[in-house]
């Protein structure tokens, strides 16, 4: 009798569950998704579809790997965010549910509809493009520029802007941070790399093991980065623009004062330190003096 999809669910969600994962109902409909194509409706409305043996074979392998911590996006390929499948290979970093926190913030200071002048954001350590994709995916009228240091990270990052059609309105520069970047733009945001050098040992598995090293590592204090970038993104920012960053819990009182040193200041915006849900500090906006 060949195994039907819902019983295989549990069976999966038994494993994963056994394995300490607590998102184990969720992680085995994400991999019999991906194996056997049924989608979520076919899965409730037709639990007793069958399961064809080479599909458990594939499973079985996908469960294995699950078993060991692998991030449920780097056996599927793909990863969610703010609403769109981004595609991840190991020279990206998994786009994080807190970024999504640096998404809402810029498209507030992004008008819905263009008035009149062309609106540019630039994006600076772009991995997938995560950023910059949702934010000319969610004004249509976008233009924008997105960099990074890995041209296996912009190659990802450009299959993922053809996904979401927005390819025409992207540039792709690899580069250190910003330089060589020309223009002025209405929004540069950035996610950098933010760890402590000596903290990226201690890292849950799933990240140390599975996100590059040069996505993570922020040097000796976390903060090399947001030295680099703000030392060039004055010179970028418009009149009326603004500059995004995102960083790790407890670095915003260093960061304030590395922009300060820059000619950066926070914008006098109700919501310029900006919290994730787990109300950690977690993105600033600044604009220049
Ligand atoms: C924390 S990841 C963020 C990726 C993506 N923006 C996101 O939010 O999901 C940092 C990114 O910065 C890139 N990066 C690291 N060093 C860089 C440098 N010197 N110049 C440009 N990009 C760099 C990494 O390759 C990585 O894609």
Wanted: charged share 25%; aromatic share 4%.
């Amino acid at each position: 009798m060949p195994l039907e999809a819902s019983r295989l669910h549990l069976d999966i969600a038994a494993r994963l569950r056994d394995a300490g994962i607590d998102t184990a109902m969720l992680d085995g409909r994400m991999i019999i998704r991906h194996v056997t194509g049924l989608s979520d409706i076919d899965l409730i409305s037709r639990p007793e579809t069958p399961v064809s043996d080479r599909h458990i074979v594939q499973v079985d392998e996908l469960i294995a790997r699950r078993e060991t911590g692998e991030p449920i996006s780097r056996l599927i390929g793909y990863k969610e965010f703010f609403g769109r499948e981004f595609r991840v290979t190991p020279a990206t970093l998994d786009p994080r549910p807190d970024t999504e926190v640096l998404i809402e913030t810029a498209l507030k200071l992004l008008p819905e509809q263009q008035n009149g002048k062309e609106l540019r954001i630039l994006d600076i350590g772009t991995g997938t493009g995560a950023i910059a994709i949702t934010l000319l995916a969610e004004r249509s009228f976008l233009k924008g520029v997105a960099t990074d240091v890995s041209r296996e990270a912009l190659e990802v990052c450009y299959g993922n802007s053809c996904k979401h059609g927005v390819e025409d309105r992207l540039g792709l520069v690899c580069t250190n941070w910003a330089d060589g970047v020309d223009g002025e733009f209405d929004v540069v945001i950035s996610n950098p790399p933010y760890i402590a050098s000596q903290e990226l040992p201690h890292l849950e598995a799933g990240v140390r093991n599975y996100d590059p090293r040069v996505a993570l590592d922020g040097g000796r204090d976390g903060l090399d980065a947001y030295r680099s970038i703000f030392k060039t993104a004055a010179g970028l920012i418009r009149k009326d623009g603004h500059l995004l960053v995102e960083f790790g819990k407890g670095q915003h009182e260093e960061i304030v004062k590395i922009a300060g040193q820059e000619n950066l200041t926070l914008a006098a915006l109700a919501d310029s330190l900006i919290r994730d849900l787990a109300g950690i500090i977690r993105c600033s906006v600044f604009k220049v003096c």
